[in-house]
């Protein structure tokens, strides 16, 4: 009877030292850690019929028309939409002005960014895929 108390006993004691081994690595998160980005991107035109995209990289997904482009060009940023410069070129000096607006988070970093430009061809050569 002892033999088998004591078999008992030792797989007990496996099982809690494996139960620990697996939660440790979850309790060293910390509790506000982030995983991935998520990004709410509202394009509004000057003539109205503003839409959005929610973004989310990592994965990458959302509703948006290419998110994995639009979250490889924000990783080159480290997530700071101002920082885009992906296509710099020519565009027509036409007044039809586009606001870009962001509300979200970059790996538990808020990520708000606003800006308002001259045109569609000035917005897509500076954020690209993004919008």
């Not at 003539?47 to 990458?60: E, I, N, V, W």
């Amino acid at each position: 009877m002892t033999l088998i108390l004591t078999a008992a006993r030792r797989l007990a004691a496996l099982g809690l030292c494996a139960a620990a081994t697996l939660t440790v690595p979850f309790a060293a998160l910390p509790a506000n850690a982030a995983s991935g980005a998520e990004s709410i991107i509202t394009i509004t035109p000057a003539d109205g019929g503003a839409y959005a995209f929610r973004l989310t990289c990592d994965p990458d997904g959302g509703v948006h028309p290419r998110p994995r482009e639009a979250c490889d060009a924000l990783r080159g940023v480290d997530g700071w939409f101002g920082n885009l410069d992906v296509d710099p070129g020519p565009c027509p000096l036409i007044w039809d002005p586009v606001t870009v607006e962001v509300r979200g988070h970059w790996y538990g970093r808020p990520n708000p960014y606003q800006e308002q430009f001259p045109n569609r061809c000035v917005m897509e050569r500076k954020l690209g895929p993004v919008v």
